[in-house]
């Protein structure tokens, strides 16, 4: 086990020490330095503190925790690996994702997976504890985005506008969602049963990390969103 004290350090200089370090790496003191373990296979990272924008970016194996909460873009075009958050993260988490997964116990900030992507076997999984801010779900075109809204569900689970321009992948909220307003390119339904095996095999890990009962989170009603369109601007740019 390797500690790095973060205090008074900038990422390049964490990084090497990432870099540089064959065990468990925890990180203490970290307070908004950004691009942590970007572009790294492998590393196993624990992280005291806050860290800044883009953290695991371009991440392509390992794991990372983080103690608190997190900046924007976490996970930024990730290709693989395990990002764990306790708290919060900000906006654009997993933008361009395409492969790994990325699990927050908290609320996530606006476009969560915006731009995520699939590619053969892989499909990359975003589950968010909270609620998630606008836009949640922008020009999706791959992997699997879940909202749990267990902090308060009795509001809403989601902001305005998710699910703008999806068009590949698939969206599970916590919530029957009668106070929210779709996008016409996509279809909404309440899961079934074939619904639920998938979600119980998606969340098994999340809540075993975060210790949560899955049987009482299933017996929840969720809402399932799914484009009905690959191409869903194709009649503003075609003639019918």
Same mark, same amino acid.
């Given at each position: 086990?390797? !500690?790095?004290?973060? !205090?008074?350090?900038?990422? %390049?200089?964490?990084?090497? @020490?990432?870099?540089?370090?064959?065990?468990?790496?925890?990180?203490?003191?970290? *307070?908004?330095?950004?691009?942590?373990?970007? /572009?790294?296979?492998?590393?196993?990272?624990?992280?005291?503190?806050?860290? /800044?924008?883009?953290?695991?970016?371009?991440?392509?194996?390992?794991?990372?925790?983080?103690?608190?909460?997190? +900046?924007?873009?976490?996970?930024?075009?990730?290709?693989? /690996?395990?990002?764990?958050?306790?708290?919060?993260?900000?906006?654009?988490?997993?933008?361009?994702? !395409?492969?790994?997964?990325?699990?927050?116990? $908290?609320?996530?900030?606006? !476009?969560?997976?915006?731009? &995520? %992507?699939?590619?053969?076997?892989?499909?990359? =999984?975003?589950?968010?504890?909270?609620?998630?801010?606008?836009?949640?779900?922008?020009?999706?075109?791959?992997?699997?985005?879940?909202?749990?809204?267990? +902090?308060?569900?009795?509001? %809403?689970?989601?902001?305005?506008?998710?699910?703008? $321009?999806?068009?590949?992948? %698939?969206?599970?909220?916590?919530?029957?969602?009668?106070?929210?307003?779709?996008?016409? @390119?996509?279809?909404?339904? &309440?899961?079934?049963?074939?619904?639920?095996?998938?979600?119980?095999?998606?969340?098994?890990?999340? *809540?075993?990390?975060?210790? =949560?009962?899955?049987?009482?989170? =299933?017996?929840?009603?969720?809402?399932?969103?799914?484009?009905?369109?690959?191409?869903?601007?194709? +009649?503003?740019?075609?003639?019918?």
């Amino acid at each position: 086990m390797t !500690r790095i004290q973060a !205090r008074g350090l900038d990422h %390049k200089t964490i990084n090497e @020490q990432i870099a540089n370090c064959d065990d468990t790496c925890i990180i203490e003191g970290c *307070c908004g330095q950004r691009f942590i373990a970007a /572009g790294m296979t492998d590393k196993d990272i624990e992280i005291n503190g806050i860290p /800044g924008n883009a953290l695991g970016a371009y991440l392509n194996g390992g794991t990372i925790r983080v103690s608190a909460n997190a +900046q924007d873009a976490v996970g930024d075009t990730m290709n693989a /690996g395990t990002i764990v958050v306790h708290g919060n993260i900000g906006d654009a988490a997993g933008y361009a994702m !395409r492969g790994g997964k990325i699990y927050v116990k $908290g609320n996530a900030g606006y !476009r969560a997976g915006i731009h &995520m %992507k699939a590619y053969e076997d892989k499909v990359p =999984l975003m589950v968010i504890g909270g609620k998630a801010g606008s836009f949640l779900g922008e020009y999706q075109a791959g992997g699997i985005i879940i909202v749990l809204n267990l +902090q308060c569900p009795t509001n %809403k689970c989601v902001g305005f506008f998710p699910c703008t $321009g999806m068009h590949g992948g %698939k969206v599970f909220l916590r919530s029957a969602c009668e106070n929210v307003v779709f996008p016409s @390119q996509v279809t909404t339904r &309440m899961a079934n049963l074939d619904d639920l095996a998938e979600l119980k095999s998606h969340l098994e890990e999340y *809540c075993d990390i975060f210790g =949560l009962d899955i049987d009482e989170i =299933l017996s929840g009603t969720f809402t399932v969103v799914t484009p009905d369109s690959k191409n869903p601007y194709r +009649q503003m740019y075609v003639a019918n």
